[in-house]
């Protein structure tokens, strides 16, 4: 047990087990599209989500990745940067974007409003953790792993100043050490 861990909130056999779910509900629903989704993943954070969730879901899927930035911390900054944008187009595609958590919003709502943009043709939303009473903005996911309480969660890619991310589980740290 890591020293700075005070609680385990969604263990390991838990979590693939929801991407399970998820993996074969996302197939159903898009099994009869024109095209397979192409997932768009938030770096860093969503990487273990996207590992996992794409060895259950059984179409031609293709995935890309983003990385924008708005938290120091625990704090969300509010102004989201980008920091590295898709290498393909997103023209006329159905986009699944791919979340570890939605948490204030701001995040999903600006790169939503930017892959429409860009011309995706539909953008829906994957995400592993939903913590609904941060929300600042009016945003949902179209698919969420689990409702979390409004707690600052590390583990399964999440971080804590960049650490963490490697925990098998989502938990929550000991206070002295979100310092
Ligand atoms: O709903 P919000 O309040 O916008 O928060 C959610 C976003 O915050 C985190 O990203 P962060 O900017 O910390 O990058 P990271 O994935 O590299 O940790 C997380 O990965 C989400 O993308
Ligand atoms: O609870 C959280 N943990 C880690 N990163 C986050 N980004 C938004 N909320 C969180």
Do not use: W
């Not at 693939?16 to 998820?22: D, I, N, T």
């Not at 980008?82 to 595609?93: F, G």
């Amino acid at each position: 047990m890591h020293p700075c861990l005070e609680k385990i909130l969604l263990n390991e056999d838990e979590i693939v087990a929801r991407c399970k779910e998820l993996g074969q509900q996302i197939t159903q629903e898009y099994k009869n599209n024109e095209q397979p989704p192409l997932l768009v993943a938030l770096l860093k954070g969503s990487v273990p989500f996207l590992a996992e969730l794409i060895k259950h879901i059984d179409l031609d899927i293709q995935f890309d990745f983003m990385d924008v930035s708005s938290y120091e911390g625990t704090e969300s900054i509010g102004d989201i940067k980008i920091i590295k944008d898709l290498d393909c187009s997103v023209k006329n595609l159905d986009i699944l974007l791919v979340e570890d958590i939605v948490d204030t919003g701001r995040t999903l709502k600006t790169v939503k409003a930017m892959l429409k943009n860009k011309g995706a043709k539909t953008v829906r939303v994957v995400t592993l953790l939903d913590k609904p009473d941060r929300r600042v903005v009016d945003i949902e996911a179209d698919y969420t792993g689990f409702e979390i309480p409004n707690e600052f969660v590390v583990g399964f890619g999440l971080d804590f100043n960049q650490k963490y991310r490697n925990f098998p589980f989502v938990g929550v740290l000991k206070e002295e050490c979100y310092k």
